[in-house]
């Protein structure tokens, strides 16, 4: 993000945004490293980072930030971020190295530090950081659609190979609908183990039908099966072989799907806790 012409980094660990003190204390000095480390010895600095660790940090070292406070403001003070972090296994702040490198401190802390280096310029962070949020909050919700569009996509596909290989001449209507939702039933028994109708009785109150229910990961998989479903049928392989086929291929793709990184900030971010990419991360 940018705040008045200023580029500064941000990266996601977790679900929690951190946002680049080094980058921050660039508007004040051409040392960002030396503005963070006399930002971090005062008093009222450690107070405020001992007080977040303990709100948010299970494991956070209360006797040795004791002696941090104890000697925080005396003229011989002096504390880095790797030494604050080493020794009290603080989370709130973080020491990356390399070309991208520099200290990240979470959103509230940065905000922090963004006042002691002008309360203007941290208006401007603010402003460029919201922005940044809804940017991506758009295009998650694009990615989301699109994912579904996929699926009606593939799910066309998979009819026109059982309208083509599947279904007699001359059917009614209702007969040519009958056999669509039989067809149907076999991805959701794959997937879900349950048909159309079950889940309906299973959710009398719910809106929609159970596949605007699915999570993502069961939306990737279902693309997946609607394609190989439409292949299967050409090779004119009966329903319950197919279905005992699908069902350990949807086994197989969730397991694969669950371990992985991409797919779980996706469904984090859907879920509706904000989140961005890990710094080039796969």
């Known amino acids: 993000m940018q705040a008045k012409g200023l580029e500064i980094a941000v990266h996601t660990k977790g679900q929690a945004d951190y946002i680049s003190l080094t980058d921050i204390a660039k508007y004040k ?5 030396d503005v963070v480390k006399n930002w971090m010895r005062s008093r009222e600095t ?25 000697a925080a403001g005396r003229n011989a003070f002096v504390l880095n971020p790797q030494k604050w972090i080493a020794t009290t296994q603080a989370i709130g702040i973080q020491s990356k190295s390399g070309r991208y490198g520099g200290t990240f401190a979470h959103v509230d802390i940065a905000m922090e530090f963004a006042s002691w280096i002008s309360p203007e310029f941290k208006l401007y962070i603010i402003k460029d950081y919201q ?8 295009r998650l919700a694009l ?4 994912k579904r569009e996929l699926s009606k996509v593939n799910y066309r596909i998979h009819t026109d190979a059982i309208k083509e290989y599947l279904l007699p001449q001359h059917l009614t209507p209702q007969q040519i609908n009958i056999t669509y939702a039989s067809e149907a039933d076999i991805l959701n028994m794959a ?5 159309a109708k079950q889940w309906r009785t299973q959710h009398p109150d719910a809106t929609g039908n159970m596949r605007d229910h699915a999570d993502i990961y069961q939306l990737i998989v279902l693309v997946n099966l609607e394609s190989m479903n439409a292949e299967l049928i050409k090779q004119g392989l009966p329903q319950n072989e197919r279905l005992a086929y ?11 799907l669950i371990n992985s990184a991409a797919v779980q900030r996706l469904n984090a971010a859907i879920s509706g806790r904000p989140t961005l990419p890990e710094a080039q991360k796969d």
Request: charged share 25%; glycine share 6%; net charge negative.
């Open 246 to 256: 699908l069902n350990n291929m949807a086994i197989e793709q969730m397991r694969s």
């Open 29 to 33: 000095s051409e040392f960002p490293a």
């Open 191 to 195: 997937l879900f183990g349950m048909t």
């Open 46 to 70: 450690i107070e405020f980072l001992g007080l977040w660790e303990q709100l948010n940090n299970p494991d956070f070292k209360l006797v040795e930030f004791d002696q941090f406070k104890m």
């Open 131 to 138: 922005r940044l949020k809804t940017d991506e909050g758009h």
């Open 143 to 146: 990615e989301w659609n699109a």
